[in-house]
């Protein structure tokens, strides 16, 4: 055997050996065309597959680049190679040889005709080659070709069945002649490379397979292996597994749920004007239950009858489909444009739609050479240089490893549907068993909470004597135990009229508290039939016999129904009659009737249930017993307030005669004081004028004798020496004015002294406030300068203009005197860095106690247009406050913080009597702890409007 025989044997086994080595059919394409090119030494050789519209595609190629462009990757269009050349490719297997320069073209047909010897290989028949071939050659730039057919063989199919899947191509751009064992070594390699075809497709089966049963896994855990079935989660799985854009799972109505249900993900078809589901359009029913044409997976169309089982439905495109134009609208603005419809079928019952969308994607093809793809090549291109190609919008077409999988999940989302209504049934089944186990549990559990309320209500009355504590308890138990929006207790205030003096209600309902019924409301044969212990049923308000009265005072109380139980009755009868009984007789016997406990509806009307009728009488009994209990702890108590209140009274006598006596005898001694230095003062201030006078003209005089005397004698020379004359000259004024200003403050203090005391205006005067304020910090001026370790009090003044107000002005200074040195006494305990007093005074025309804070030293404005019938003197310290434990003992008699010896206890229960008994006014403290302490007086300008009111 020749070298050349040799080697070309070697290729074939490397070839061989590396199909065998490897699975992966781009791997072995790839080796064999490097091979065969080493082989042949051309400069390129490539594989070139078909597509199923008669294209193709160069999928492996060992190409020269320095003597020829790559075409790995390119599309060639179908008239490249026309129809009948690619029917001789696969009956024949015919292998071609051109040589270009030549002009010719060598055919050799694998397959022999039948008049042909199969024993013997087929010798190369050369004849012209047709212009148009050699021009598309030239365009390549190639002067030698070699074509070999690869032809796959389905191995799986019942019959065999063959099929032209792609071409072995080599080109060289230099003629060359392919010799009859070039040609059958390559056949060989092409043989092999068929082998390597089929094997491959088998592992891509097998791995689709795989995956399938894979997807199917996951999608059964999601339906039938969890606790719930996950029918969302299985869709969105589905839906990503057929690498679509959204879908959509219709369960059809059935005897348990009437109406369908739809569940979705990802892009979704949808009628604006109408909110019926897409599978409940009549051409969708229409479509899907009678005869159709539907899309096959390779892009034909087909006539299918009804379905049946999961048969799917497909489209590949909805722009194709002439019957489904009416559902196009659904579509608009979605990029959907492919459609699978699995009807769900279990054991021939229907169960629904899976439906599946496919949404247009944008389609890249690079071409070998530009073209326009819409017209017949009639001509070889000029150029194969790599042209782009970008298709929009363009259908995704169906496969069937799409429909075998699709199929798949449509069986199992039917048995996961009908597991899904059989737990529905069930469920349904439990919910009504539980509902009958709910009702009887609720009505043990209801006579349980009556029970524990008419404890709770009998614990209330045991544990307090508070009558409204106690009927409050009654009316939130009923109005919770019964579930009504209002319950009250109603109580007469005489034979026919009463008022509502408690209430529990719910939402925003108008309150009765506020609101009186109206005179006669209840008739005295009403009123005689409930002290009898009947009770008062309305189950509608509209049509109880009821007077037209009573029926509008009840429709503007909001009441719809209501259940009406006499409270003070013993032994109330159990018969029950509506509240219009003016018909029956009185009876010979009656019962105090206190009031009623009454139960309104305001939402509709109600039937009212023996039970809570029941309920309503064991309350009403014990609110019977409460107010009993209560009445009796009211008339002890009110013993007991007598008691109190004379001791109390006796208290304060005693306290107001001790310092009524004590304030008397200082305000003698203050007299008394006063008018002893008032006279001595007197004196010395009337004398001062003349005093002053005098002094000027000897002043005058001792000038006119130095004016006229300028030498006097040495004697009286020494004397002016001695006395200073000049010193004495200047001084004498300052110090006579000085004694003249001194005798003006001890007339100003006995002025003061005098007003505070006020012993000549014992009885109501028109008086000036400001003048007793002031007289009152000038006592205390002492007490409100600085000392060595004390900075001094500010007393910061907010006056308004007050009218002379009629007053008891001694008392009056009094309370003053007690506020300011209460103020004093805080002030001197606490930093001394921020110590100030601020009085503010102003009129009102009405109470403004409410306006009032310690730390609001703004003095609140006059009342414009009203005529002014108040003042209101503020006193606030910016002390350290008092404690609100404290604060409601302050006016107590006796009560005192200050040290034992310091103070009586006295001084504000004695003010406290001064402002509100003494002149009808207004005594009040305000206090924070660290923010200082305010007190609030205010009282009439003039007396008479106190004692009037």
Known sequence: MLQPELDQ?????RITNRIRQSLELQEILNATVAEVRSLLGTDRVMVYRFHASGGGQVIAESVNTNRLSSLNGLNFPADDIPEQARQLYLTERLRSIVDVSEGLIGLS?????????RSTPQPIHYRPVDACHVKYLRAMGVQSSMVLPIVHYDIQAQRSQKRLWGLLVSHHVTPRTISQRELQIVQSVVDQVSIAIAQSNLLSQTRQQHQIEATINRVSTLLHSLPTIQLQAAL?????????????????PDQVNLRAECLIYGTQPTFEDSPRKIEEHPVFV??????RTVDTANGSSEFTSTPVGCQPLIVNDLHQVAELASLAPAFDGTPIRG?????????SSFLGYLSIFRSQVVQEILWAGEFNPNEEQRSPRESFEQWREVKWNQAQLWTNYDIELAIALGHHFAMAIEQYKLYAQVQALNSNLECQVAERTAKLQQSLEQGRALQRVTNQIRGTLDLKTTLQTIVREVRQLLNTDRVIIYRFTDDSHGQVIVESMTGEWLSLLDIDDPQQYFSKAQIQVYKRGNLGVIKDVTQARLTPDQQEFLKRCQVQAALIVPIGVENPQTNEIPIMLDSLPCPRWEQPLWGFLIAQECKARRDWLPSEIKLLKKLADQAAVAIQQAELFTH??????????AFHHLKQTQAQLIQTEKMSSLGQL????AHEINNPVNFIYGNLVYTSQYAQDLLNIIHSYQKYHPQPEPEIIELLDVIDLEFLEGDLPKLLESMKMGSERIRKLVLSLRNFSRLDQAEKKLVDIHEGIESTLLILQYRLKGKSNHPGIQVIKNYGELPLVECYPSQLNQVFMNVLSNAIDALEDCNPDHQRITISTTVQSKTSENQYSPNNTTPIEENQGSFPTHIIIQIADSGSGISPELQSQIFDPFFTTKPIGKGTGLGLSISYQIIV????GIFKCSSQPGEGTGFWIEIPIRQSQSEDK
């Open 9 to 13: 044997e070697d290729l074939l086994r």
């Open 236 to 252: 969105q799985e589905t839906v990503s597994a057929l690498s679509s854009g959204g879908g959509r799972l219709y369960i059809a």
């Open 109 to 117: 047909p694998l397959e022999p005709s039948e008049t042909d010897d």
């Open 670 to 673: 203050i007299a008394g004081v």
């Open 636 to 645: 002890t108590q009110a013993q007991a307030q007598q008691l109190a209140s």
């Open 917 to 920: 008994e003494k002149h009808g």
């Open 339 to 347: 459609w699978l419809v699995i009807p769900l079928y279990y054991r």
């Open 286 to 291: 229409q479509w899907v239950t009678g005869d």
